[in-house]
T-cell receptor, first 112, second 114 residues
Framework: KQEVTQIPAALSVPEGENLVLNCSFTDSAIYNLQWFRQDPGKGLTSLLLIQSSQREQTSGRLNASLDKSSGRSTLYIAASQPGDSATYLCAVRSNAGNMLTFGGGTRLMVKP | DVKVTQSSRYLVKRTGEKVFLECVQDMDHENMFWYRQDPGLGLRLIYFSYDVKMKEKGDIPEGYSVSREKKERFSLILESASTNQTSMYLC?????????????FGPGTRLTVT
């Protein structure tokens, strides 16, 4: 059964810092990996989706990489801002079906 | 833009009541999903549907049922609400086939059962 782990569970950084969030998964037979952002009490907003054949995806200050063979993905946030404060979730879709398996999330706080 | 809407943001129900949570998407997605999210347990899949009138159990289907009579609408039903079903409920949808399978989420319904 696929298991997804995100480390660290919480992170606090000063504004302007570049940071990396980590996601690992146990079964490398994935179809894609998706990074989401969730603000307190709200739904999930899709940030980036990486297909299994891709190595990375970029959107603005965000860059997500995927190393399928080692079961790892990272989300890089450049020049962090207080508005980036949120919980970041990664989720993998295994080849077997349509379902996503989610990690526990990293709660990010960017201090002004 | 894809839009997934949920019928209520906040809902308070009594133990034993029958509860309906509605989800509507406007992008003609084949797949629709219901999750619940709890502190320390993360997001867990309750049910999903890959076509009208089709459904599959997720990880935690006990105490829930679903209905998909139209492609754009997916309902989650709590037959007899219990306090352990107090949670945040999130609906999502996605394409199937050869498309990207990116899942889009609604704003969530915070359900409290007293």
């Amino acid at each position: 059964k696929q298991e997804v782990t995100q480390i660290p569970a919480a992170l606090s950084v000063p504004e302007g810092e570049n940071l990396v969030l980590n996601c690992s998964f146990t079964d490398s037979a994935i179809y894609n990996l998706q990074w989401f952002r969730q603000d307190p009490g709200k739904g999930l907003t899709s940030l980036l989706l990486i297909q299994s054949s891709q190595r990375e995806q970029t959107s603005g200050r965000l860059n997500a990489s995927l190393d399928k063979s080692s079961g790892r993905s990272t989300l890089y946030i450049a020049a962090s801002q207080p508005g980036d404060s949120a919980t970041y979730l990664c989720a993998v879709r295994s080849n077997a079906g349509n379902m996503l398996t989610f990690g526990g999330g990293t709660r990010l706080m960017v201090k002004p | 833009d894809v839009k997934v809407t949920q019928s209520s943001r906040y809902l308070v129900k009594r133990t034993g009541e029958k509860v309906f949570l509605e989800c509507v998407q406007d992008m003609d997605h084949e797949n629709m999903f219901w999750y619940r999210q709890d502190p320390g347990l993360g997001l867990r899949l309750i049910y999903f549907s890959y076509d009208v009138k089709m459904k599959e159990k997720g990880d935690i289907p006990e105490g829930y049922s679903v209905s998909r009579e139209k492609k754009e609408r997916f309902s989650l039903i709590l037959e007899s609400a219990s306090t352990n079903q107090t949670s945040m409920y999130l609906c999502a949808s996605s394409f199937t086939g050869t498309r990207s399978y990116e899942q889009y989420f609604g704003p969530g319904t915070r359900l409290t059962v007293t």
